[in-house]
């Protein structure tokens, strides 16, 4: 099956499939690939008028199969992109993959999937669709593929990136081309030409940098470091970060390493720190998780009655955690 880098090295040369099917974890390279597609099959002065773009969850077959049925004027160019296809019925998707043969040089159709409906590769829609579409899968980027894209981008700005704050961005973004073009475009912005990104401007102005500071902070957590588990607590409030969020983190994060360690995926952009949290979910058997997460819990519902101040409890917490690790 054809990956992202065929399609790309393909329409760039010119050569044009008929039909694609656009699936996997990556929403956002899956629309960049929409666009690339149209940009480079339709003329400039079409593009505005001949790309349509079609929500399959909205439009009834009827509709659709009418829409796709017209054919251009004067052998103009068109691009229609049916996002959702898989929300039709087994005989509507036959009856619509009927009408790329014979295949019209002149009309690209793209049908996608959103990752969180994206049919499995053994099923009857997928083997249908693959047949008359060339289906490619946009996955998650690889942390190898994530930071040379990050460097590449950087240096196209005039902006470095020291080794420790490029391997956290890299971590941050987890893999995710949307996330790492929002981060890099803050912080393009941050930065004047031929400075250096460094980690500390990564914690001021990436989204979701809450999570590391969460990370490390178990991290002396399991390393039973009370005296530093204090201070980064202590800190990660002054930063404005409330107990409650710092509590709803902590109960994430000991989930996460249950998950782990029972192998299955950690919660949300953890996923791509599951070779981390495997380090620190050895420190603890599936009992004592189970109880830890029980206890964040209780402390959780602690902080919403009045009485012990919630900072405090935050920190007895934590203290208790690291103590029992402490060597």
Known sequence: MPNPSTLFKDVSAGRFKPAYYFFGSEDFRIAEAEKFVARQFLPDRQLTTNLYKIDGRRTRIPDLLAELSNLPMLGEKQVFVVRDFQSYRPGEVQQVLNLLTPPDPNRIIIFSSPSARTPKKNSAFFN???????????????????????KTRLEKEGLSINPEAL??????????????????????????????????????????YEVFGIFDLADEVVAGDTRKVLQMVRS????????????????????????????????????FLAHKLRAQAEKYDNARLEEIIIEIAVADARLRHKGVKPETTLEMLVMTLAGENKT
Not at 128 to 150: D, H, M, P
């Open 167 to 208: 391997k956290l961005l890299t971590e941050l973004v987890a893999g995710s081309k949307g996330a790492m073009e929002a981060e890099l475009a803050k912080l393009c912005n941050f930065k004047n030409t031929g400075d250096t990104i460094e980690v500390a401007d990564i914690k001021s102005v990436s989204a979701g």
């Open 236 to 271: 990660l409030l002054a930063e404005g970060n409330s107990p409650a969020t710092l509590t709803a983190l902590m109960q994430q994060h000991f989930t996460s390493l249950y998950l782990v360690k029972n192998n299955k995926s950690p919660l949300g952009r953890r996923a």
């Open 128 to 150: 249908s669709v693959s047949k008359s579409a060339e289906a490619i899968e946009f996955r998650k980027l690889t942390y190898q593929e994530t930071a040379a894209q990050i």
